[in-house]
Nanobody, 121 residues
Framework: QVQLVESGGGLVQPGGSLRLSCAASGMIFSIYVMGWYRQLPGKERELVASITRGSSTNYADSVKGRFTISRDNRKNTISLQMNSLKPEDTAVYFC???????????????WGQGTQVTVSS
């Protein structure tokens, strides 16, 4: 139906940078809000950053000034530039998109499979 594929995770030292990307494909009529979430083992998934079709953004307080979310509506992609990474940023990062599919008028949430980000020296 709709697939989200993330890329760009990995291991980085504290203070370093990583860029995550997410591409949406499938039976897409329109994509509304897209965002990045992260999750630690045993913890609830939390919002990192989100972006609307009009590029209005929202960030978790813990990442403001360090992370930047961007979007390409033509390609159905979003990216997350993560700078000044800290050990507490270590988590599995998930891409989410609110999508109106071609088959239905309903707007549904779709998730990617997740990508591991590890910040460690």
């Amino acid at each position: 139906q709709v697939q989200l594929v993330e890329s760009g995770g990995g291991l980085v030292q504290p203070g370093g940078s990583l860029r995550l990307s997410c591409a949406a494909s499938g039976m897409i009529f329109s994509i509304y809000v897209m965002g990045w979430y992260r999750q630690l083992p045993g913890k609830e998934r939390e919002l990192v950053a989100s972006i609307t079709r009009g590029s209005s953004t929202n960030y978790a307080d813990s990442v403001k000034g360090r992370f930047t979310i961007s979007r390409d509506n033509r390609k159905n992609t979003i990216s997350l530039q993560m700078n000044s990474l800290k050990p507490e940023d270590t988590a599995v990062y998930f891409c989410k998109a609110n999508v109106q599919t071609i088959e239905t008028a309903s707007i549904m949430a779709f998730w990617g499979q997740g990508t591991q980000v590890t910040v460690s020296s």
